[in-house]
């Protein structure tokens, strides 16, 4: 059983910074893929960044140049540093885990619990 536990959240001004931590109970070198996801009130959940067990990453344009993921396989983390906050990333982040099934059609997706960021003046 893969758990994941978030850290990190809290509260920040615009134009701040905030670093999220994801610490997988399981080998991350077993997963496909790592990412941080985020889901604000009234909205759906939406990716924010992933990065594969290869290290190649991908960001979503709202955050592009402000938001950094990273990984440590011997820690078994994956990090999302951000940068230049602003208040449309508030949301609940989310540590998201795959493993793609054997025929690579699906793929297995674990979640952490979240984590809160709130960015206000």
């Known amino acids: 059983q893969v758990q994941l536990v978030e850290s990190g959240g809290g509260l920040v001004q615009p134009g701040g910074s905030l670093r999220l931590s994801c610490a997988a109970s399981g080998s991350i070198f077993s997963m496909n893929g790592m990412g941080w996801y985020r889901q604000a009130p009234g909205k759906e959940r939406e990716l924010v960044a992933t990065?594969?067990?290869?290290?190649?990453?991908n960001y979503a344009d709202s955050v592009k140049g402000r938001f950094t993921i990273s990984r440590d396989n011997a820690k078994n983390t994956v990090d999302l540093q951000m940068n230049l906050l602003k208040p449309e990333d508030t949301a609940v982040y989310y540590c998201?885990?795959?493993?793609?099934?054997?025929?690579?059609?699906?793929?297995?997706?674990?979640w952490g619990q979240g984590t809160q960021v709130t960015v206000s003046s």
């Open positions: 990065i594969t067990s290869g290290n190649v990453t």
């Open positions: 998201n885990a795959y493993r793609m099934q054997t025929n690579w059609l699906f793929r297995n997706d674990y």
